[in-house]
């Protein structure tokens, strides 16, 4: 295999150490990078099984598969993937197993010789080190040459999260090595407007973490720290005609939902609805304020599943606001809190200064709130005590559906062939 490796790559490419973390800013190459790590030890060694791990499924599906497809095409390598056992199967090289990493606990039963854990960091930290401790036991299927078992991570810097501790904070120089690549040590096989791209849609502290690999502290003080009340004001109200974006949250007697418009291409919060009791009573409140209005609904994703109503009732929330006429706009799931985080904060301000989200604060005054008053815990999460969370998420789902983050499935790296 010959392809034009940036260093930070080539270093990884590289490395005899046990364990090898590569942080990278988005772009930089590390999926790329991993899969052919992976490809390579495969051709040499096909009797060894190996595997590759990322947080959930939906991101084997979207990165690696496309990303070792791509490279797989260039190759005189007969493959397929099985989708229904979840591996990347060779004709004369055994294969490479992928597994998810949500559920530590399951890691078990099987030893492989090397493993690759991606997007490391966008776990909890503590589901991320019994990940680490789990794979650890499972690297020991020996090389027929004696070649050490290695355990890579990959992952951009989300903070001083579990790569942080582990390579950064309290490494065994004798078995760690870390690599911090840039986005731009992968220009060359990056779009001409990539960066500038992502700096129209992230917020500055999050850019910078992204761009340069670097551990920045994405975690602490005020969730929504770009909001500023004078600056994000407005008196936009809803008018007759107006399409109504409403985000909501269900939740028993704090159910919360969250009014937009668009003045153009940007939104507007002109309204909110808070504390209701269940989604009957929301569906009824927003119908005797707005009248008439055409209603877009962006709720949280697992109401399809249980209802805010009694026990005893077998409509799901979501059912309810369809039944009342609303057009339900929702993904198969929640997007990760820290991505829904990230979409507000870069729609409230972006890497280049400009706000594209603007607040009624007199409409709004428990928005401004919230927006103002929710801070991280000591996880690192969206502090969950009081109401503000549930007023946070409705808004928030809104945004997500509507204006997200680039995300990580699209950003896919190319090289040389």
Not at 352 to 375: A, D, F, H, I, Y
């Amino acid at each position: 295999m010959d392809y034009n490796l940036s260093y930070p790559q080539s270093e990884f490419w590289l490395s005899k150490k046990k364990f090898v973390g590569y942080v990278s800013g988005v772009g930089g190459g590390k999926t790329f990078i991993a899969c052919l790590r992976l490809l390579h030890t495969k051709f040499a060694y096909p009797n060894v099984p190996l595997m590759y791990g990322a947080p959930d499924y939906s991101l084997i599906g979207d990165i690696f598969y496309p990303e070792m497809e791509k490279i797989l095409s260039t190759l005189p390598v007969k493959y397929k993937i099985n989708y229904q056992k979840n591996r990347v199967v060779f004709s004369r090289f055994g294969h490479i197993k992928c597994k998810t990493l949500i559920d530590p606990e399951k890691l078990v039963g099987f030893e492989v010789g090397d493993a690759v854990l991606d997007e490391f960091d966008t776990m909890p930290t503590n589901k991320a080190l019994k990940v680490w401790r789990k794979m650890i036991s499972r690297i020991r299927f020996k090389f027929p040459d004696g070649k050490l078992n290695q355990l890579f991570v990959t992952t951009t810097p989300e903070g001083f999260r579990a790569t942080y501790k582990l390579f950064k904070k309290e490494p065994n120089p004798k078995l760690h090595h870390l690599i911090q690549a840039k986005t731009l040590d992968n220009i060359e096989n990056l779009p001409e407007d990539y960066i500038e791209s992502l700096a129209a849609s992230y917020p500055n502290e999050l850019l910078q973490a992204y761009l340069n690999g670097i551990f920045i502290n994405l975690t602490s003080g005020t969730v929504y720290y770009v909001y500023n009340r004078e600056l994000h004001d407005t008196d936009e109200t809803a008018k007759p005609g107006d399409a109504l974006h409403i985000g909501c949250d269900f939740n028993v007697n704090k159910q919360a939902a969250i009014v937009f418009v668009y003045r153009g291409e940007w939104p507007y919060m002109v309204d909110e609805f808070i504390d209701l009791r269940d989604t009957p009573d929301m569906v009824v409140a927003i119908k005797e304020r707005y009248p008439g209005y055409k209603v877009f609904m962006y709720p949280d994703a697992t109401g399809s599943h249980r209802s805010s109503r009694s026990a005893s009732v077998s409509d799901t929330d979501i059912a309810i606001i369809k039944d009342a006429g609303f057009i339900v706009k929702k993904k198969k799931s929640n997007p990760l809190i820290k991505d829904r985080v990230n979409s507000v904060n870069g729609l409230l301000m972006n890497a280049k200064g400009e706000v594209r989200l603007r607040v009624n604060s007199t409409k709004c005054p428990k928005m401004v709130e919230s927006l103002e008053q929710q801070v991280y815990d000591k996880n690192g999460q969206p502090e969950k005590e009081g109401d503000l969370e549930h007023r946070n998420d409705g808004m928030g789902y809104f945004v997500w559906y509507q204006h997200p983050l680039k995300k990580r499935s699209q950003i896919v790296s190319r090289y040389n062939q």
